[in-house]
C-alpha cells in the first residue's frame, strides 16, 4: 500500500547552509509521526517543505503517490489538502476567530458563508471554544490562540495535519490543553506529523518517531525502540539531555 | 514607622517646588514667564484691539471662493449640503456598525457625554465657521452652513439605521459604490457651474487638497506594490518614480508643471492651472505615500503571509485580504501626516502656478485702494495660518483618535 505522504532524498539549503541533506520519511494512512531533535535540526524546515510553503532543491515529495513538489502541480491544490498549524500561531489579527477559520473555506474552496459558518461552530462546540467565536485573536490566551488556528486547519478537512511545535511558544499550563486536541484527532484517525519537543507526549500518541539531526533523519522506529534502546550516541546524548532537564 | 502625608499640596508649595526649585529655576521661571506674558498680552491686544479685521471682512468671498461668479454661489451651497449629508451617512453607518459589533465607543454615553465629545472633536471647526459666518453681511452662507447642518443630522440618522442592520453584500456593494459617486458627484457639479480652471480662493486649497488625497493613494499603494513586484523591470521603474519624485522639492515639480507642458503639448490642449496643480501634488503625494505603504507591509510579520499561503489563498487574495488590511491600519497616522502636509503645500500652488488661491488671495486684497501702505498683510496673513491651523489640527486630532481606537481589540 503506497503511504499517505512520502519524502524521499529532500535536500534544502539556504544560502550556504545545509538545512536538510537526503531527508527520507514515510507516513502511512492513519500514522501519527513526532519529528524530534534538537532546535535547528530541519524539523520545521521539512514541515514547510512537505506544505510546498519552502521549496525543496533536490528530492521528491510524494502525497498518496503523486509527486507533488514538481513545478508543474500547483501549490495552493496540493496546500488544501494539508492543514498546518505554526508555533507562533499565526491568527489573523484583524478578524475575528470566525473569520478566520472561515476564510479559506469560503475564499478558496467557495462554500456559502452560512455553510462554512456552520462547520466552523462545529469545531469550536467540540473544542470548547464556541464561546470566543466573534472575539479577535489579542483577547484570547496562547492556549486558545492556539487551538483557534488548529480548527481554522481543519475547517477545509484536510486529509493530512502538519503541527510546527506548537506548543513551543504557549506558558507551560497552556500545553496540555492543545496537546489534548492533537490526541482527539489521532482517535479521529488523522494522519498527522508533528514537530515536538514534548517527549512525554511523542511517547503516547506517536506511531513512528523520528530523530533529525544536522539535517538527516539519524534514526527512526516506534517511540519504544526510540525513547528505550536508541542505538546512535547522538540520540542518546540528546534524550540524556531532556531527561536530565526533568522533561521525560 | 513613617507616616505618609498624601495630602495635595497647595498651590503656593506646587509652584515653589516646580517653578523656583533652584535659582537657576527660578530665574528661568521668571525669564520665560515675562516673555510669555508679554506675547501673550501683545497677541491678544492684537487680535481684539489693534488688528484691523475689517479687510477680512470686506473681502471673505474673495478669499474663501475667489471670483467665483455670485449667481453661481448656488452650486456650492448644493455641493455642500449634498457632501453634509454624504458625511453624516457615513458617520451613521459607521456607528451603527460599531454598534453591531459591539465596539461602539459611544453606546452607553449619555446624550450630554456624546455632545461634549463631538464638541471636542468639532468644536473648533464650528467656533471657526461662526466666526466666519459673523463677518458676512448677507443671508446666503448662514443658510448654506444651516442646510449642510441639517444634511449631515439627517444623514446621521439615517446611516445609523442602515448601520444597525445586516444587508446582503450586493447592496453593501452598491452602497460603497453610491457613497464613492456622491461626491465625485458633487465635484464635477460644481465644475460644470464654474469651469476647475477659475477655482480660486481656499475653495481652491481645499478641494485641490482633497482630489489630490483620493488620487495620489490607490497611485501610491500600486507603487509600493510595484516596488515590491517579483518583475524587475516593474520593480525597477517603481524605485526610479519614487526616489526621483522624494528627491526633488514640490515647488520646483510645480513651477516645471506650469512652464514644461508647453513643450510637449500645443497650448490650446494644455490643461489648466489647477489641473496641472492637482496632477503635480498627486504626483508627488504618491511616492511619499509609496514609501509609507511599504513600511507598512514591512510591517506585519512574515508568519501571516505564510498562514495565508498554507490556507490555499492565491497571492492576490494573500495581499489583499490578509496583509495590506493590516498594512495600511498600522500607517494611517503617517498617512494622515502626509495628507496634512499636502492640505498646507497647496499655498505653493498658488505662487508657483499664479492661481489665485488663499495665500494669494489675502496678499491681493493688501493692494487695494482702501487698505494699500497699511500694513495690513499681517492681519491676512494670520487670518490665513488660523485657517490652515484650524484644517490640520482636526485632522491630527482625528487621527489620534482613529489611532486610538484601532489600537484596541483588533491590535
Known amino acids: ?248 | 514607622m513613617t507616616t505618609v502625608s498624601v495630602t495635595k499640596p497647595s498651590a503656593l508649595t506646587w509652584v515653589r517646588r516646580n517653578l523656583f526649585r533652584t535659582p537657576l529655576d527660578a530665574i528661568l521661571t521668571i525669564v520665560f514667564g515675562s516673555l510669555a506674558v508679554y506675547v501673550g498680552i501683545r497677541g491678544l491686544l492684537f487680535v481684539f484691539v489693534n488688528g484691523r479685521w475689517e479687510i477680512i471682512s470686506v473681502n471673505l468671498k474673495l478669499l474663501m471662493v475667489g471670483r467665483w461668479p455670485a449667481d453661481e454661489l448656488i452650486a456650492i451651497a448644493v455641493a455642500l449640503v449634498i457632501l453634509g449629508l454624504w458625511a453624516g451617512l457615513i458617520a451613521g453607518i459607521i456607528a451603527g456598525r460599531q454598534v453591531r459589533k459591539g465596539t461602539s465607543a459611544i453606546e452607553g454615553m449619555t446624550r450630554l457625554e456624546r455632545a461634549s465629545d463631538l464638541g471636542r472633536r468639532f468644536g473648533l471647526v464650528i467656533a471657526t465657521l461662526l466666526l466666519l459666518l459673523s463677518l458676512t453681511d448677507t443671508s446666503g452662507p448662514w443658510l448654506m452652513v444651516l442646510f449642510t447642518f441639517v444634511g449631515g443630522v439627517v444623514g446621521r440618522l439615517i446611516g445609523g439605521q442602515i448601520g444597525v442592520r445586516s444587508l446582503p453584500s450586493w447592496v453593501s456593494r452598491l452602497g460603497i459604490v453610491v457613497m464613492v459617486v456622491i461626491p465625485v458627484w458633487a465635484y464635477l457639479y460644481m465644475a460644470s457651474a464654474v469651469p476647475l480652471a477659475d477655482w480660486e480662493g481656499f475653495l481652491f486649497n481645499l478641494s485641490s487638497a482633497a482630489a489630490g488625497v483620493v488620487l495620489s493613494f490607490p497611485l501610491g499603494l500600486l507603487l509600493a506594490l510595484g516596488r515590491r513586484s517579483k518583475l524587475k523591470l516593474l520593480k525597477g521603474m517603481s524605485i526610479a518614480y519614487i526616489e526621483a519624485v522624494r528627491g526633488a522639492p514640490l515647488y520646483v515639480l510645480l513651477l516645471l508643471a506650469n512652464v514644461s507642458l508647453e513643450f510637449f503639448v500645443p497650448a490650446a490642449l494644455a490643461p489648466s492651472k489647477v489641473v496641472r496643480a492637482i496632477v503635480t501634488f498627486t504626483l508627488f503625494t504618491a511616492a511619499y505615500i509609496a514609501e509609507i505603504v511599504r513600511g507598512g507591509l514591512q510591517s506585519v510579520p512574515l508568519g501571516q503571509e505564510e498562514a495565508a499561503k498554507a490556507l490555499g489563498l492565491s497571492p492576490t487574495k494573500q495581499m489583499r485580504l490578509i496583509v495590506l488590511p493590516q498594512a495600511l491600519r498600522n500607517v494611517i497616522p503617517a498617512q494622515i501626516g502626509q495628507f496634512i502636509s499636502l492640505f498646507k503645500d497647496t499655498t505653493l500652488a498658488g505662487l508657483a502656478l499664479g492661481i489665485l488661491d488663499l495665500l494669494n488671495a489675502a496678499g491681493a486684497i493688501t493692494q487695494q485702494s482702501d487698505f494699500r501702505g497699511q500694513g495690513l498683510i499681517i492681519e491676512t496673513l494670520v487670518f490665513v495660518g488660523f485657517l490652515f491651523w484650524v484644517g490640520s489640527f482636526t485632522m491630527s486630532r482625528e487621527s489620534q483618535r482613529l489611532e486610538r481606537k484601532l489600537g484596541v481589540g483588533t491590535r
Open chain 1, 1 to 248: 500500500m503506497t503511504p499517505k505522504l512520502e519524502v524521499r532524498n529532500v535536500v534544502k539549503s539556504f544560502d550556504d547552509k545545509v538545512v536538510l541533506q537526503q531527508v527520507d520519511l514515510a507516513v502511512g494512512l492513519h500514522e501519527v509521526v513526532c519529528l524530534i531533535g534538537s532546535s535547528g535540526s530541519g524539523k520545521s524546515t521539512l514541515l514547510k517543505c512537505i506544505n510546498l510553503l519552502v521549496p525543496i532543491d533536490a528530492g521528491d515529495i510524494l502525497l498518496d503517490g503523486r509527486a507533488i513538489a514538481d513545478r508543474s502541480v500547483n501549490p495552493n491544490e496540493v496546500r488544501q489538502k494539508m492543514g498546518i498549524v505554526f508555533q507562533a500561531f499565526n491568527l489573523f489579527p484583524h478578524m475575528t476567530v470566525l473569520a478566520n477559520i472561515t476564510l479559506s473555506p469560503i475564499k478558496v474552496h467557495g462554500q456559502s458563508k452560512a455553510e462554512a459558518g456552520e462547520r466552523a461552530m462545529e469545531l469550536l462546540e467540540r473544542f470548547g471554544l464556541l464561546d470566543k467565536i466573534s472575539e479577535y485573536p489579542d483577547r484570547l490566551s496562547g492556549g486558545q490562540q492556539q487551538r483557534v488556528a488548529i480548527v481554522r486547519a481543519l475547517a477545509t478537512n484536510p486529509e493530512l495535519m502538519l503541527f510546527d511545535e506548537v506548543t513551543s511558544a504557549l506558558d507551560p499550563e497552556l500545553v496540555a490543553e492543545v496537546l489534548e486536541v492533537i490526541r482527539g484527532l489521532k482517535d479521529d484517525g488523522m494522519t498527522m506529523v508533528v514537530a515536538t519537543h514534548e517527549m512525554g507526549f511523542a511517547r503516547d500518541v506517536a506511531d513512528q518517531v523520528c530523530f533529525l539531526d544536522d539535517g538527516v533523519v539519524l534514526e527512526s522506529g516506534t517511540p519504544k525502540q526510540i525513547f528505550s534502546n536508541p542505538q546512535k550516541p547522538r540520540t542518546r546524548q540528546f534524550l540524556q539531555r531532556i531527561v536530565d532537564a526533568g522533561r521525560l
